[in-house]
């Protein structure tokens, strides 16, 4: 039987000059897989920049709205009472520079007036 | 040059290709009769091989000479083999082929087969081996291994390779007997 196997080993055909260039198309595959490998490579660290921003944006989100429900209603208020009294303070403060050169009291001030030729009708009339 | 030498080369970046192509070089044609006998047709042998390559490629930076350099490659090109003829076997399953439908058809169709009637039916009967005892039966005749090589190989006890090379040798001579 062993004659007849070593016989059909023969039977087996090879492309002619198969195995000649079989060691270069083996060294451009490796070539082509290892791109693909670092490619393969890449993508998973994009995948994971990608998800530690979107993890890091919610949770700065909900960071900030449960500080925002956290502080308490009524500092709220006062802060905005003291935006108030800020504003108030700068009107006065206006107020007052205007009337600084004005030595004269609010009597004085209707008595000057009352002797001014001043009637409704002329008052009327500058308004228009 | 021996296989330690070439496997240091390759673990130099500059001469890594270099040392990949000795080895292709050194062991293509064992590797490629070893796959051929398995899946038959030689456009599968030709797959099987670059994929087996391509495989050894990848894993030669962890070999710790636990076996042979060459054992370690015959092992990947057989697991390469079987998983081939196993993915085959999936894709023809509605025809409801089994591989050694699927080895006679490749047999009969390969135009790189030249062989007269008794050598087609000589092969045929060792396709209609059980696949375990078809390698064994082509790694002892064919390949003219050792049981100890063959025993690491396919990681069996050399007394299970003898009780299957037996077995294989009886069968494939009723095959015959019959014809």
Redesign the interface.
Known sequence: ??K??N?????????EG??ND??D???D??EK?NKKTSLKDIKPMFKTVFWLAASFVIVFGMGKLVFSLAVDPSQKIQNTNQSVYVDNVKQTESTDYFFDDIDMSDEEIIDYLSEQDINQEKLVANLK | MQDIEVLEMFNNSKTK?KA??II??KY??RL?WHV?RIVVS?TDT?DVL?NT??KV??GLNNFRWDSELYTWMYRIATNESLSFLESKKRKSFSSGSNVEDILLENLEADE?????E???K??QAILKLPSKQRLVFNMK??EKMKYSEISEILETSEGALKASYHHA?KK??EI?TLV
């Open positions: 039987m062993e007849n196997i016989k059909k080993e023969e039977s087996f055909k090879i492309p198969y195995f079989f060691t198309r083996i060294m595959n490796i897989e | 290709d990949f192509r292709v070089d293509k044609e490629y051929r030689h030709d670059q390559f391509i490629w990848k790189y087969f030249d062989g007269d008794i050598q087609y000589l092969q005749y064919y040798v494939v001579e015959l």
